[in-house]
């Protein structure tokens, strides 16, 4: 006999956006000024302004190079820009979390009457698409270029394609406005049907996997008797808002949505106030934005503390971030599910990950407290030791796996991309070594490898990040006697995971500083 499913629609709420149209276009660009602002690209961008000099001899053209990249909002630049540019050109070239900083900086300026064009590769048109709906501007006038490398703009983009890209901008800055692109209306997006289909469970998984409602794996079912039985595992109403910036598309999340989607993780109805406070954290912090969108394949680690730990089985000792225990790995699964059905990610699209990772199915574990000879990490973060934490990390790339050496360590640590430090997780034997033998305490390590890493970092061979944004090169920082990284100061966490071994050994991952929420309160 063959069963059919009726399943819910896991995806999230779209709540309506305010409409911003584009400003008026003046006629001619005779007398006026335009700003020519390059983000990721600065190489390209200024040879664009160059270019524009020559063709627009009665036009003033101004070159800017935001300092900061996207996590320092440049505020003087943009003063500057919104007092004196009678026109904006954005030269991000890019997408995923740099689009998305570009894209709000440019409703501002369209909002201030400041008509502007975003110079975008065309490997991230879609993305900076979905990017300008959800700022509320899907007028906003765009010019796609194919990317090349920086050392090859002037030998591999010829001058045609150099006067054609002049041309289009012009255009695109005078060319008069589209009843479309005037509209004022508040962009409404039709509610999900609760019922998404009903069919055999081979249909269920085919259907999911061409909405896109599945990270590749069979999913279980949600049927309506199965989400409520999900939902009786915590005390909050099913209509309740968990958040209303599920990333990447800030969407809404309700109690329902989110049972929906631990369902289809294999999640048990035990695991939902977990699952909740997963769902409230990564709304919470705009860094996963920028990481679920980016090309740079960010995973996101999850690491839980306290006695939530004991109560769901989770495996904190041997192979704890490896297969086996259905806590450790439909939980992690659940918010990767997530991150797709709640918050709207689509590969290609909004989630521009080159590679990829295996890491993105899932990276849950929880600390093996009891046997540490250190405080617990949520300790160290200031809760008590009976609270129930969950905490998200975002990065996730191993450079280290093996030695629990911290010269070995901070020799990798030193390669990390200088956002927001890492993560030190440490077997059982090598916190042992540190804390027994050489009374080392995990603020000791967690200063001696920074301090380590920062020495070196001065004779590695730059990476594109430190050549083209001098606000993180060191030399950049000696030379202007800056101390600080200009709001982004390096961390790094050590973290005790997994069971016995014959010696010490630890994985340096680099990671954000984690982000931690109560998991407590959605009991």
């Known amino acids: 006999m063959t069963l059919n499913y009726s399943v819910l629609n896991p995806t999230g709420i779209r709540e309506p956006l305010k409409r911003q149209p584009i400003s008026p276009r003046p006629d001619s660009l005779v007398n006026k000024t335009i700003y020519v602002v390059a983000q990721d690209r600065p190489v390209f961008t200024y040879e664009i302004s160059k270019r524009l000099i020559k063709a627009l001899p009665q036009t003033e053209i101004v070159y800017r190079k935001k300092q900061g990249w996207i996590q320092v ?100 800055l005078t060319s008069p406005l589209t009843e479309e692109e005037k509209r004022r209306d508040d962009i409404i997006t039709d509610p999900p049907s609760r019922i998404a289909m009903t069919g055999t469970f081979e249909e269920t998984q085919d259907y999911f996997l061409r909405q896109g409602w599945s990270d590749g794996l069979p999913i279980v079912p949600p049927t309506e008797e199965k989400v409520k039985e999900m939902i009786a595992g915590t005390d909050h109403s099913p209509d309740e808002i968990v958040t209303s910036l599920m990333y990447p598309e800030e969407m809404t999340v309700t109690v329902e949505k989110a049972a929906i989607v631990a369902v289809m993780a294999g999640c048990k109805p035990s695991y939902m106030p977990l699952l909740l406070a997963i769902i409230e954290n990564w709304g919470s912090n705009p860094l996963f934005m920028q990481s679920a969108r980016s090309d740079s394949t960010f995973s996101i680690m999850t690491v839980i503390n306290g006695p939530i730990r004991d109560e769901l089985k989770m495996n904190k000792g041997t192979n704890a971030m490896g297969p086996g225990n259905r806590a450790n790995a439909t939980i992690g699964r659940f918010l990767r599910l997530g991150i797709i059905c709640l918050g709207g990610s689509v590969p290609g699209y909004n989630d521009l990950s080159a590679q990829g990772s295996p890491v993105k199915y899932g990276f849950c574990f929880p600390e093996n407290e009891e046997e540490s000879p250190w405080e617990s990490f949520h300790e160290s973060q200031g809760y008590d030791s009976n609270d129930s934490v969950v905490s998200l990390a975002s990065g996730g790339w191993c450079h280290w796996s093996f030695s629990a050496d911290l010269d070995h360590l901070s020799k990798a640590v030193a390669n990390f991309s200088d956002f927001g430090g890492g993560v030190v997780l440490m077997s059982l034997e090598a916190a042992r070594h540190y804390a027994n033998n050489l009374s080392m305490s995990k603020s000791d390590i967690e200063k001696y490898l920074l301090e380590k890493s920062l020495a070196q970092k001065e004779y590695l061979t730059p990476t594109w990040y430190t050549m083209d944004m001098p606000f993180i090169n060191p030399r950049a920082r000696e030379k202007s006697n800056e101390s600080k990284w200009q709001g982004m100061d390096p961390t790094m966490n050590v973290i005790v995971v997994g069971g016995e071994t014959s010696q010490p050994i630890a994985q340096a991952w680099s990671c954000t500083t984690p982000n931690s929420v109560s998991v407590d309160k959605w009991r």
């Open 73 to 172: 909002e440049d505020t003087d630049l943009w003063d500057e820009i919104f007092e004196k540019a009678d026109a904006l050109i954005y030269g991000t070239c890019m997408g995923g979390g740099s689009g998305l900083s570009a894209v709000t900086w440019l409703t501002e300026a369209e909002k201030r009457g400041i008509p502007s064009v975003y110079l975008v590769g065309s490997l991230y048109t879609k993305d900076i698409h979905m990017s300008a709906v959800m700022r509320g501007i899907p007028a906003l006038r765009t010019l796609s270029v194919d990317l090349v490398g920086e050392e090859n703009v002037t030998s591999k983009i010829s001058n045609e394609q150099f006067s054609s890209i002049i041309s289009n901008l012009v255009e695109s």
